[in-house]
């Protein structure tokens, strides 16, 4: 007579027979232009003329690579029976298009790389659903512009690559939302009305009557000049991405304030020119992401007080051109604001 444990595994039986083939069957499917790795759970597909992505990629699919085919247009939810993707490669897929909602579904994807193809612009919300994603790799595209929220949905995103583009504009706007970004690579784009010299590493906009601190320099830019344009405010975070620049000119911009945190990401940078421009005093806050900073030049006549320093004149024996302060002997911790001295000889 049987026992209870044998009745129970009895009863059982049945209900999980029906299990076993069905997972099995959804592991083991492949497309036939595809080699599938099930025990690895990757997935390659590469160089095949693929016009759309397959349909019978298994849905347990963690890595999948489909560079080199023909995609041209990524459709909305292009890949919503994949969600356990954590890695997606299209490089060189002839990619024109990438819908709205394009990767809705794929809530684990941690590296999207769309380098080496033809996307000119991205809809706002084409990177939904992408929320754990910490690498985004866009070099060499066409992207010319980037719409204010276009990354407004990529909160764990560590690395950004937009290396090789057409970039001439990046609105104030436009990295909105990356709180976690620690790399930005924006090498080989030049605004316009602007000249990027890779050979020199310098940039320049000088004398175009820009309104506004232009965006979307060389990442290895190490002078940049910027003299006289027509920009009252730099705004905080102005020069983001600009971790190599040591030399900055600001000079006759009619600049009346520097933001807080204007100088967001200045690493290296070394040497500030703001002379002839309308500032009526100058915050730490202003210069705190450039702790490098040593020289400061800044008016032509005014000396300055600093958290009860005494003025610093300029030499009387000949009139300065440029008005001389070392950062260094400031104290960013104590110093809050730096202003002309009241009466100075």
């Known amino acids: ?6 009745v129970s595994l009895v009863l059982l039986l049945p209900l999980l027979l029906p299990l076993g083939p069905t997972w099995h069957a959804a592991a083991q499917r492949c497309p036939q232009t595809c080699v599938c790795d099930n025990s690895r759970r990757h997935v390659a597909c590469r160089h095949q003329n693929l016009t759309e992505v397959p349909d019978a990629i298994p849905e347990l699919t963690q890595r999948l690579d489909l560079q080199g085919n023909m995609l041209k247009v990524i459709p909305p939810a292009a890949f919503q029976n994949l969600p356990y993707l954590t890695h997606l490669d299209l490089r060189h897929c002839q990619v024109e298009l990438v819908a709205e909602g394009a990767f809705r579904g794929l809530g684990r994807l941690l ?25 985004l790799e ?5 992207l010319e512009e980037l719409r204010p929220g276009t990354f ?14 057409a970039l001439v504009y990046l609105p104030s706007m436009a990295f909105q939302g990356l709180v976690r970004m620690r790399w930005l690579q924006l090498s080989h784009n030049c605004p316009r009305a602007c000249v990027c010299a890779p050979e020199s590493r310098h940039s320049g906009c000088e004398g175009q009557g820009l ?6 320099f ?18 905080r975070e102005a020069f983001l991405g600009l971790d190599l620049l040591v030399s900055l000119h600001l000079q006759h911009c009619g600049i009346t304030e520097l933001e807080a945190d204007a ?21 730490a806050a202003a210069l705190e992401g450039a702790p490098r900073l040593g020289y ?3 008016s032509t006549t005014a000396s300055y007080r600093c958290q009860g320093l005494p003025c610093a004149p300029c030499p009387a024996s000949s009139p300065c051109t440029y008005r001389t302060m070392l950062w260094n002997t400031w104290s960013p911790g104590s110093c809050q604001a730096c202003r002309p001295c009241a009466g100075s000889t």
């Open 296 to 298: 400061l030049y800044w």
């Open 111 to 135: 590296l999207l790389n769309l380098a080496s193809n033809h996307v000119s612009a991205l809809p706002q919300e084409a990177l939904d659903g992408l929320g754990s994603l910490q690498r």
């Open 263 to 283: 100088l967001a990401g200045l690493g290296s940078l070394i040497y500030l020119y703001l002379s002839d421009n309308r500032l009526s005093g100058l915050s």
């Open 138 to 142: 866009l070099e060499s595209n066409m």
């Open 211 to 216: 309104r506004a601190v232009p965006r979307g």
């Open 218 to 235: 060389p990442n290895d830019t190490q002078l940049l000049d910027l003299r006289r344009n027509h920009f009252p405010l730099v705004p």
């Open 1 to 6: 007579m049987a026992g209870p444990q044998s």
């Open 152 to 165: 407004g949905a990529l909160g764990a995103l560590a690395t950004l690559n937009l290396a090789h583009n």
